[in-house]
């Protein structure tokens, strides 16, 4: 602002020396000149960050809205008070989401660089200020990842700088560690959101905030509905009574740790790995809470050596590399996916790295009343009450 202020006075003082301006024009563009400038604070008059309030009053644009996670991101920004626009791949399916109230919803291809900035695109030039990718492969194996992880966010982050947005919120994995230290079990998925992050923080005039949480509520959640038929918690034993742990985070917690992202200047161009609140459970802390909230007597646990894993891996890794199959190459990365989970713990510890207020037990808790939303990929037995309802009244 000084700077171009400071330009316009010597373009006055110029035009007054060629007679194409008045000695009182001058006299004015010489104050400015000699003028002290504003400090910055006056200028901005920025209050104070808030967690789970703030807002900047800016636009934003959160793509993977129609994901697990982004729909109570686009929630959340609403909440808030910003202007909200929701990317989705089908807009009359995503008018009716309830979560999407009081957000303009947007049909785009996040796979197509060109159609992103178009006029009346979520990208379209001097659209957007702040961008929330929820992006994500279903399925995690090779080709998803690279080409949603990867290469579908990268269109995002070009989308967004070219349309002139300051800001860039990722949602990223706090496993991605594995990838940065090259660990012999790290995934495919972890390399690609890896190769992501490297080009955002590269991307010129375009700050961002990467937000990398352990796990997700849902998905330490699918074996509930079997604990309750009265079959046992299965867990991976990685010999001498050790299990995986973590502290997952719930899905408004996550949600609102996004959308703060927006605002703390804590959070401007850092990593920021994050988990619940809960100091952290193990995978035989979580099947003996789950039996207790179902009024189990006794906990049934079935642990399973993690060395069937390996085994698992091994077979169809054998039998993708023998016959050239691009499926048999995506089962032995699934494979890989779940020895992944099973050995490594998902856990924050330091105080700024816990965020939110909902416990493990306080969502369970609710999911044994009011039942869960079946998803294939993260809750692997579970059935929603209504689904149970439907299936009974057949």
Not at 9 to 16: D, G, P, S, Y
Not at 64 to 91: C, L, Q
Not at 338 to 353: H, I
Request: hydrophobic content about 40%; charged content about 25%; glycine content about 8%.
């Amino acid at each position: 602002m000084a700077s171009s202020r400071a330009l316009l006075a010597h373009v006055a003082i110029a035009l007054c020396a060629m007679g194409e301006a008045s000695p009182r024009l001058a006299r004015g563009a010489q104050r400015a000149l000699t003028a002290r400038p504003m400090r910055a604070e006056a200028r901005m008059q920025t209050p104070p960050f808030v967690p789970g309030e703030t807002c900047t009053g800016e636009r934003v644009v959160v793509v993977g809205a129609t994901g697990y996670i982004g729909k109570a991101v686009v929630k959340e920004a609403v909440r808030r008070g910003y202007a909200t626009t929701a990317v989705v791949r089908d807009a009359t399916r995503g008018a009716t989401e309830p979560k999407f109230a009081g957000a303009r919803v947007v049909e785009a291809d996040v796979t197509d660089l060109p159609s992103l900035g178009a006029p009346g695109a979520p990208f379209a030039p001097g659209a957007v200020d702040v961008v929330v990718s929820c992006l994500a492969s279903r399925s995690g194996t090779k080709k998803d990842s690279w080409a949603i992880d990867y290469q579908a966010t990268l269109n995002c982050v070009e989308a967004a700088r070219v349309a002139g947005a300051r800001h860039f919120v990722l949602l990223s994995a706090y496993c991605v560690r594995s990838a940065e230290l090259r660990h012999p079990y790290a995934l495919q998925f972890q390399y690609a959101k890896k190769a992501l992050e490297e080009k955002l923080v590269a991307s010129e005039g375009l700050t961002h905030s990467i937000v990398r949480p352990t796990a997700f509520f849902k998905s330490v959640s699918g074996q509930l509905e079997i604990v309750d038929s009265g079959a046992p918690f299965v867990y991976f034993d990685l010999g001498d009574g050790k299990c995986a742990t973590c502290n997952p985070i719930s899905e408004p917690d996550l949600a609102a740790a996004l959308i703060d992202c927006v605002a703390d200047p804590a959070q401007l161009n850092r990593v920021w790995n994050l988990g619940g609140p809960d100091a952290g459970l193990s995978m035989v802390e979580q099947g003996k809470l789950i039996a207790q909230i179902l009024g189990k007597e006794k906990p049934k646990l079935l642990g399973v050596p993690i060395g069937l894993f390996d085994v698992i891996v091994n077979a169809l890794q054998w039998a993708a590399t023998t016959f050239s199959s691009e499926k048999l190459e995506d089962a032995a990365e699934l494979a890989r996916i779940g020895r992944y989970y099973a050995l490594e713990d998902m856990l924050t510890t330091a105080p700024s790295e816990r965020y939110g207020k909902t416990t493990l037990r306080e969502h369970y808790e609710r999911i044994a009343r009011e039942g869960q939303e079946y998803d294939p990929y993260t809750t692997v037995f579970a059935r929603s009450k209504l689904r149970q309802q439907e299936e009974v009244a057949k």
